[in-house]
């Protein structure tokens, strides 16, 4: 009697456990957790207490019991580890899985695409807001040399570096991280045959940048650019200044000009490649691969200007000579003039 009574009880207490083993794992484990209506960003900037994160969550999801999401948080120590960084959830989660995400840190990254950049402002506003630091942090970086002297740049060259494409970063990268993470990319970008291909044309990787840049502002159709790269090669080569009418729109700092007349000829700048000789200090925007790759492999021939065609076809006209040119020039001119653009 005594050995089924104590079987009874025993079979009571296995059962009891069972059953508050069952509930433990359904609290702690069961979807507890939801998000917004289609999906929830937590942002933790560098710093962030446990508390200020808390807040955070108690604010952008949805907790079913909130006591026992910070015992979680306790058991797994993450007050003392919280990570900064940005979380995406787009799903319901455990108190559990929640916190192993941001003690982990296993952040979603952002992805950036950069694309008709001008200028290192330009590219702070595409940038800033999109990671932690704001455009003024990633400006103010840019503007001190001494953040990248050291790499071979300048204040007016180190826009060379950033390569338009489409990049993912960890929302939390610091001004210093994101040039790292640029220069590596241009690094791993100028591979042997870019290198080799700049050398035989005795052009640095910066020089090859900066005409880039021009041809990339000078070229509305894609396969003219090699042959324009092909006409500047030729100027450098015997000495004729570029003569580049992006490069007076970029001293100008006004790209509204449609017109480059000739009192703007004269604006004292050292990107007016009409009056100074070789390079421009830097490129006059963020050069493409498209461009880049027309320097290396520009056309070999024996032109020297181009002109615009008159029919806007957004084709040129290349002349060997300045008389043919002046005539090719006439043409576009008396055409803007009957189109009645003007500047």
């Known amino acids: ?42 942002l933790i900037p560098e710093g962030s207490s446990y508390a200020r994160v808390m807040d955070s969550v108690k604010f952008n999801l949805r907790i079913k019991n909130l006591k026992v999401l910070e015992w979680v948080a306790g058991q797994k120590h993450y007050p003392s580890l919280v990570k900064p960084g940005r979380y995406v959830f787009d799903r319901d989660l455990s108190y559990v899985a929640l ?39 990633i400006i103010a970086f840019l503007s001190d040399t001494a953040n990248y002297g050291h790499d071979g740049f300048t204040r007016d060259n ?42 035989e044309k005795d052009l640095s990787q910066v020089e090859v940048a900066i005409l880039a840049s021009i041809i990339d502002e000078e070229a509305v159709r894609p396969d003219e650019k090699p042959r324009i790269a092909g006409v500047y090669l030729n100027r450098l080569k015997r000495g004729i200044p570029l003569q580049a009418d992006p490069t007076i729109r970029f001293a100008l700092n006004d790209f509204s000009i449609t ?31 498209e461009g880049i790759d027309a320097v290396l492999n520009a056309e070999n021939h024996d032109y020297l200007y181009f002109a615009a065609k008159p029919d806007f076809s957004g084709y040129h006209n290349f002349s060997r000579t300045l008389a043919e040119h002046n005539r090719n020039a006439a043409l576009y001119q008396k055409e803007l003039n009957k189109r009645k653009i003007f500047r």
């Open 259 to 289: 017109r480059v007349l000739t009192k703007y000829l004269k604006i004292k700048s050292p990107y007016n490649t009409y009056i100074h000789n070789g390079f421009p200090p830097g490129p006059i925007a963020c050069p493409t691969v």
């Open 158 to 199: 180190i826009i060379s570096v950033f390569i338009p494409d489409t990049y993912e970063f960890f929302w939390n990268t610091s001004p210093g991280r994101f040039y790292s993470r640029m220069l590596k990319e241009y690094r791993k970008f100028w591979n042997d045959e870019r290198l080799a291909r700049a050398k």
């Open 99 to 137: 916190i192993n995400i941001l003690r982990s840190g296993r952040q979603t990254p952002v992805k950036i695409t950069f694309s008709n950049i001008r200028t290192l402002n330009d590219l702070a506003g595409k940038v800033g807001g999109r990671i932690e630091p704001d455009s003024s942090e």
């Open 1 to 42: 009697m005594k050995n089924n009574k104590l079987s009874y009880l025993l079979s009571i207490s296995s059962l009891f456990i069972i059953v508050s083993v069952f509930v433990v794992y359904r609290i702690l484990y069961g979807l507890n957790v939801k998000p917004g209506e289609h999906r929830t960003v937590i």
